[in-house]
């Protein structure tokens, strides 16, 4: 039986729990505006293919500029690159809102407004995942990760809720200005960080410090794995760039039951991070961080062939809850397994499976969708991760194997 501790033990260490509450602040704000986008943007286009654009202009920056975030977050301070990043988030957020007032905004600005979004975003990842480690001691770094796991998750709860309300009754600026604020209030928690503990290990700022980061993943059975897992699950399954599509044509809920849409998969899986967080030792980690993946299939399965609110919301809850699970093992692993000055290289190597996979996938979701359904585009989705991950599986079989004891900070 798995040893168990408090859900919420590593909050006691007082910076991580700032860097937990400001996290949590702009997460909120960051899932909002992306309701707010997919919702004007199919107002404005009635397209599915316009939807599955905002796939492709968040995945470019990440190509472009992943690799250099990495570089940066190991090669300068860390808590300095997070704060300027999180600046120009802002900026963006409020430039926004200002365009949306003016009633200027289409979809090119759009487009352009989120590339330089996420632009900024693959500065931001490595910088902040990479501190984590320093807030907590090792005993508590696995409930760390599963307590910022769940930022993200419960951010899509609360999140998608209040912007469907405030888009009916303030409209999408009213998203884009609160998200704005949200910044400033992780800036604020950010600045009394203490980021002690890091290796002060010098990393030449040049092209092979970048291969050498690609070649530590290669050569990390784990991670790489891993790696490939995360990327065709999410390439497959991802159908959040049609959830406007549900909610307006497939299930005619408007925008309250849009918000419903994307905060049930974040029910399911603070729930799921909630029981992951309140345990110490997690074994057969391999299989469990698999099963999550296949469950994660089968629900979009059933999500895609569901033609009620209730159903699609039970299916959408078990999207979530599978998602999870896999998500907290796998991210313990990597951070785990690598060390300090290493660690900004690897997580925007991760960056390129983990944004690249769903941002492609809403694509390909876009594209499937305009040639035969939404409803299909999802079930097909479905099918390819449960397809992807037997395989990986197959090939790998010491991802199967993997405890949770093999690495260790």
Request: no cysteine.
């Amino acid at each position: 039986m798995e040893k168990r501790i408090s859900p919420f033990a590593s909050l006691q260490y007082k910076d991580f729990r700032l860097f937990w509450v400001g996290s949590s602040a702009s997460q909120i704000g960051t899932q909002m505006q992306v309701v707010a986008i997919a919702w004007q943007l199919y107002q404005l286009t009635h397209s599915p293919i316009s939807l599955g654009l905002l796939g492709l202009f968040g995945f470019l920056p990440i190509l472009f500029f992943a690799f250099l975030g990495g570089l940066t977050a190991d090669r300068f301070d860390r808590k300095n690159q997070l704060i300027l990043s999180q600046i120009i988030l802002g900026i963006l957020a409020i430039i926004l809102a200002v365009e949306t007032i003016l009633g200027v905004v289409t979809p090119g600005v759009i487009y352009a407004l989120m590339f330089l979004s996420t632009a900024a975003q693959t500065f931001a990842a490595p910088a902040r995942q990479s501190i984590i480690p320093h807030l907590v001691p090792a005993k508590h770094f696995m409930n760390a990760v599963s307590l910022s796991t769940l930022t993200r998750q419960a951010a899509i709860v609360v999140g998608p809720g209040i912007a469907g309300f405030l888009i009916e009754l303030y409209g999408v600026q009213s998203i884009y200005a609160f998200n704005g604020v949200t910044f400033i209030i992780l800036i604020l928690t950010l600045v009394p960080l203490k980021t002690a503990g890091a290796e002060k290990k010098h990393v030449p700022f040049n092209i092979r410090s970048i291969t050498d980061g690609i070649r530590f993943v290669k050569n990390s059975p784990i991670i790489f794995s891993s790696m490939l897992l995360d990327f065709f699950a999410t390439f497959f399954s991802s159908a959040t760039a049609l959830m406007p599509i549900f909610a307006t044509d497939v299930l005619k809920t408007g925008a309250k039951g849009l918000g419903l849409l994307y905060a049930a998969p974040s029910v399911g899986g603070v729930l799921a991070g909630l029981i992951l967080s309140s345990m110490h030792e997690l074994k057969h980690q391999g299989k469990i961080m698999i099963g999550g993946v296949l469950v994660y299939g089968l629900a979009t399965i059933g999500f895609g062939l569901s033609q009620t609110l209730p159903l699609t919301l039970f299916f959408l809850f078990w999207v979530g809850a599978g998602d999870m699970v896999s998500t907290i093992i796998r991210n313990t692993a990597r951070q785990l397994v690598t060390p300090d000055y290493m660690r900004g290289r690897m997580i925007s190597v991760n960056m390129i499976f983990i944004q690249g996979g769903p941002k492609l996938g809403d694509v390909e979701a876009g594209l499937l969708a305009a040639a035969v359904g939404a409803p299909i585009s999802v079930v097909v989705g479905g099918v390819g991760t449960i397809i992807a991950a037997l395989i990986i599986a197959k090939v790998f079989p010491h991802l199967r194997r993997y405890q949770g004891r093999e690495v260790a900070v």
